[in-house]
């Protein structure tokens, strides 16, 4: 099994982009896009950027507050819309990348259960519980994925009660040209 996508987490070590978090084991480089006939899309990308972090990814939904540096892997968001290192490892490629995303046995569950917690959350607005520019992000995630699957009624509460129904205009128009 390979390590590529895994995340280690270090404390105390200065980064310009993380703050006083590193990520130390992560590889952005082609060589490690290990796809396979079995995972095209290379998912397990999303899998092992997850695992250290998912606990904490709910506990910090539950509460209403994002504290944490996963936007990326958790709620991600079409390729082209972010040029941060991490935007282009976890961005997806297109619609059919994203509706085998929903597809997969773990991450389709746990994005259905985050965007359920965010849901649940009352008395905050999505710029309090994300900040910006994660509020954003989060917009762009969701017009994703509503648009990947019927079975998108999570995705639009999410949308109607965040963003007044609004898609992102920009990942349509990306959509209209993948």
């Given at each position: 099994?390979?390590?590529?996508?895994?995340?280690?987490?270090?404390?105390?070590?200065?980064?310009?982009?993380?703050?006083?978090?590193?990520?130390?084991?992560?590889?952005?480089?082609?060589?490690?896009?290990?796809?396979?006939?079995?995972?095209?899309f290379?998912?397990k990308?999303?899998?092992?950027?997850?695992?250290?972090?998912?606990?904490?990814?709910?506990?910090?939904?539950?509460?209403?507050?994002?504290?944490?540096?996963?936007m990326?892997?958790?709620?991600?968001?079409?390729?082209?819309?972010?040029?941060?290192?991490?935007?282009?490892?976890?961005?997806?490629?297109?619609?059919?990348e994203?509706?085998?995303?929903?597809?997969?046995?773990?991450?389709?569950?746990?994005?259905?259960?985050?965007?359920?917690?965010?849901?649940?959350?009352?008395?905050?607005?999505?710029?309090?519980?994300?900040g910006?520019?994660?509020?954003?992000?989060?917009?762009?995630?969701?017009?994703?994925?509503?648009?990947?699957?019927?079975?998108?009624q999570?995705f639009?509460?999410?949308l109607?009660?965040?963003?007044?129904?609004?898609e992102?205009?920009?990942?349509?128009?990306?959509?209209?040209?993948?």
């Amino acid at each position: 099994m390979s390590n590529c996508g895994l995340l280690n987490w270090s404390r105390g070590a200065r980064s310009r982009t993380l703050g006083t978090r590193r990520l130390t084991a992560i590889r952005l480089s082609n060589q490690c896009d290990m796809k396979s006939a079995s995972d095209p899309f290379d998912l397990k990308r999303f899998v092992y950027a997850q695992a250290p972090v998912y606990r904490s990814v709910v506990e910090e939904l539950r509460a209403g507050r994002k504290r944490g540096h996963w936007m990326w892997f958790v709620f991600p968001q079409l390729r082209g819309l972010g040029s941060s290192p991490l935007a282009v490892r976890y961005g997806i490629s297109s619609l059919e990348e994203a509706q085998a995303y929903l597809q997969h046995d773990l991450l389709g569950p746990r994005l259905h259960e985050c965007t359920g917690l965010v849901n649940q959350v009352q008395g905050r607005s999505i710029e309090e519980i994300f900040g910006p520019p994660d509020d954003l992000k989060l917009c762009s995630s969701m017009t994703l994925f509503a648009r990947a699957t019927d079975a998108n009624q999570d995705f639009v509460a999410l949308l109607a009660k965040y963003y007044g129904g609004g898609e992102d205009r920009r990942t349509v128009a990306l959509l209209a040209v993948t």
